[in-house]
């Protein structure tokens, strides 16, 4: 049994490979999808402040009204201190979400929807988008970063 588990992974990334190949994106790592347990949080805050500041507020504040569309059909950025919903998300989604974009990882659940994130992928690597994720979990209430871990635990686990 575990064998055909091990093939169907090699399978799937292999997969998962040639349709990121294909569609043109930078494939994402092994570590994109696991925190890894090496982050350096004060690269994570100063990248933070040059790349996500400027729509989620330096103190991760978000936007004004984040919660009501605007002309255009997107949302304001949210905040992601512990008022927002960054936390209610496990680390693929975050790590995906600021990688490629809202709408980009947003389909790669079967969801349409354009939110106005941009994707970072091109500009920064792995290793920062999980400093940059790890600075923002660091600032969260207890209670907060557990809910997250718990939702992390269950998406690798498959649920």
Known sequence: ML????????????AA??????????????TSFRQPAAVDLAR?????????????????QGQPDWRTAGADGRLPAPPHDETGHTWHHPDRVLFDYTALGGKEALAKDGIEFDSGMPGFGEALDDQDI????AFIKSTWPERQRNV???RTAADLAGS
């Open 3 to 14: 064998r055909y588990l091990i093939a169907g992974g090699a399978i799937a990334a292999a």
């Open 17 to 30: 490979a040639v349709a990121w190949w294909v569609t043109g994106q930078k494939p994402p790592s092994v």
């Open 44 to 60: 994570g805050e100063a990248l933070y402040g040059e790349y996500c500041s400027s729509c989620h507020g330096a103190d991760l």
């Open 130 to 133: 999980w400093n940059i994720i």
């Open 148 to 150: 997250q871990a718990e």
